[in-house]
RNA sequence: GCCCGGGUGGUGAAAUUGGUAGACACAAGGGACUUAAAAUCCCUCGAAGGUAUACUUCGUGCCGGUUCGAGUCCGGCCCCGGGUACCA
């Protein structure tokens, strides 16, 4: 036998894989069906990142396991290759980003290929090819027909020198990333899908399914439900009403003036005569704030006063409205009642402008010790109590009277008397915005409508889709913040599909998160041309069983394409209502230093490198074996050499040490048993690297054998194939089997044989240990103590002791208390 | 600030969820084979004491607690990483 040599082996069965479509996932097959999914990534001119393979290995050995275990398993993979990085290529060389994204998507699957997935290549999808965004821009009409996608005005960044409108990744710290000119915000109207109806629904499908309990936190945050009231002020002098949100309507008789955000469209009709050029020349300063620096002043508490005032609904009293930008127009009304003695941001603001501060709620006592805050000084308006306590001076003569209460039970009877009184009502509101669906850029799905002057917005008709994208010359937006496709005159003019006369193209694409919305769906359909996947696929192969990316995604991605999903499914496309029964994340690959991969760092580490030297299987291995899957790990280029000892180890045990159909005495029986149920637990759990190290041991007693069993080779080569499969397919075929291993049944562990005759019991004499002895393992407690207590180290710790008490861990181990 | 993770040898990490802390590896040191090197194999490897592979003490970020027994549970604190940011 010739010596391990990775690159025919690996070439041999990747090619053998591909000619007999070993992966090859069968639609409506009696087999059970498993369906893992990787996040399908960017193919960037970069090449893979070692990250990549880290999420693909794990459900790589996921897959294949499922498959020996009878599974029909679904294991696409596919590429999400809308993107800027080939559009700003494109900008500087002129060279159309498709020809640039087909040549990445070549270069991708090669090495993809070359590590030896098990992906069902047939199924592959490409968010750029039009059979694809035809229908994902079919999904946003169906958005737009259900009335949730409309049109707003919504601020852009927008490079000053570039005159380009920016994604918020490519601004760095308030600058143009290319120019490193300034950004500023630019109103333009932008389409949005009103993800926000289904912010209940989002919330509410998480306690279905099977996330990490971070991920769970993270949407649940993201959305950021809270529970209160909406009160209406109305405005001395004035028939208008301020309208507020707050959580907290039991402190509205502490309420000391209201706030309103500067982009507020009460402002210009409350202002008063004398406030007015301050308080223009206030809204003009902030509106100038970039994002920024809105954060980055944030310490310090800016506002005008309006010179107008407003009543507050439970007493009467005439409150001062102010204006200033910690109040933002896009959460809530856009104004709040301010409770400066219960709300630390208020209370900021009334003490720097001098407003006065009532306390209403009298601290908890033993919270106040907590917080080491003395109540006397809160009663006295000199520290703020934003927590729980007992309302004080809150009654009125109209029926309210929450003096005694605490603070949920006043919050519930304030808001059943604004109720009574017209003044206000319980209210929801979210964190979660809609989302801005419009770039002003050309490498997009185009948005398919039409505007038409007499018949407005049209949707594109189904047999006229995909709208394709034009050739264009030129591909930076225009001076006006217009996407290039709108310079296209014979492309945006058109007919308006409804009345026949003429009409113009939107010229807006989608954004990037739009294909990677639903393409989970198209791998179960991928070919379709009448749908965007057939409802009995769908509901033969939805949801997916396990899905699986990186952290940054598990916001937005996450919630956009759940939110698609819930859609589909309310429309009646898709049977399940959540696409994803389990998600979990894995953690990043950082550089040798422990920094991230970059070219600037000079640490990157190219995948191809690792394969040309040691091999997909020493790679794949290795990528399992750095560390715990959720965790991030740095690259270690020694340590590589302890996973390539380990298959060059196993390759030598097969071929130098020989393997006869004999039977496995008790202890191997015991080695070998163990090994299959860590192994395969393991990989149910995702703990590769602990399978593996039990692989290792495993093998490290095997190479004390004289002679093999026939039974230990085939497990271990069967526990090994889904870390290292090129070489066990090798060493399956020389072991005399014809056909693949990756259709052989799983080796099921039995527990009789998980015991040893003997075993090693612990003995501490007051928790400390001072002894061990070797038991039957099926030796009685008594005689354990006696034999414990005979062992001779023991004895000296007992001798001269009073036994006060014997512990007996089964197992394990015994303990003496002595005095 | 808030919400998640995490802190264990020189290094990456294990630890059956309260029961021998450091499995499995890397690095290091020593040895065997070899003309030599690579590869391979064997031994040592938390710290201190001790001739010792006897044994003892200390040791899982820090302080305290619960327990026969704590890396693991409870209370308080420090540091590192990620997410988020005036969300009323």
Known sequence: MTEYNHKTIEAKWQAYWEENKIFRAEDFSSKPKYYCLVEFPYPSGDGLHVGHPRSYTALDILARKKRMEGYNVLFPMGFDSFGLPSENYAIKTGIHPSITTKKNIEQFTNQLKSLGFSFDWERAVSTTDPDYYKWTQWIFLQFFNKGLAYKKEMPINWCLSCKIGLANEEVLDGNCERCGGEVEKRSIDQWMLKIT??????????????????????????????????????????????????????????????????????????????????????????????????????????????????????????????????????????????????????????????????????????????????????????????????????????????????VKSAVKETVEWLEKYGAGKHAVNYKLRDWVFSRQRYWGEPIPLIHCNSCGWIPVPEKDLPVVLPDVEKYEPTETGESPLATIEEWVNTECPKCGGSAKRETDTMPNWAGSSWYFLRYIDPKNNSSFADYDKLNYWMPVDWYNGGMEHTTLHLLYSRFWNQFLSDCGYIPASEPYLKRTSHGMILGEGGEKMSKSRGNVINPDDVVEKYGADVFRTYEMFIGPFDQSASWDTKSISGTERFIKRIWRLFTHTPIKDISLNKDQLYQLHTTMKKVTEDIDSLNLNTAISQLMIFVNEMSTYAVIPLKAAETLILLVSPFAPHLSEELWETMGHTSSINYADWPKYKKDNLVKDSIIIVIQVNGKLRGEISIASDEDKESILHLAKKEKNVLSYLEGKTLIKEIYVPGRLVNFVVR
């Open 197 to 406: 109806a289904y912010a209940d629904k989002l919330l509410k499908g998480l306690e279905d399914v099977d996330f990490l309990d971070r991920i769970k936190t993270q949407q649940v945050n993201w959305i950021g439900k809270s529970e209160g009231a909406e009160v209406d002020f109305l405005i001395d002098g004035s028939d208008k009403k301020i309208r507020v949100f707050t959580t907290r309507p039991d402190t509205l008789f502490g309420a000391t003036f209201m706030i309103l955000s500067p982009e507020h469209d009460l402002i210009q009709t409350i202002t008063s005569d004398e406030q007015k050029s301050e308080i223009e020349h206030y809204i003009r300063h902030s509106a100038r704030k970039s994002d920024l620096e809105r954060t980055e002043l944030s310490k310090e508490k800016t506002g005008v006063f309006t010179g107008a005032y407003a009543i507050n609904p439970v007493n009467n009293e005439k409150i001062p409205i102010w204006i200033a930008d910690y109040v933002l127009i896009s959460y809530g009304t856009g104004a709040i009642m301010a409770v400066p003695a219960h709300d630390t941001r208020d209370f900021e603001f009334a003490k720097k402008f001098n407003i006065a501060i009532n306390c209403i709620n009298h601290p908890d006592e033993q919270l106040a010790q907590k917080e080491s805050i003395n109540p006397i000084d809160v009663l006295s308006g000199n520290v703020c109590w934003p927590f729980e306590g007992e309302c004080i001076n809150s009654s009125n003569n109209r029926d309210l009277n929450l003096n005694g209460k605490n």
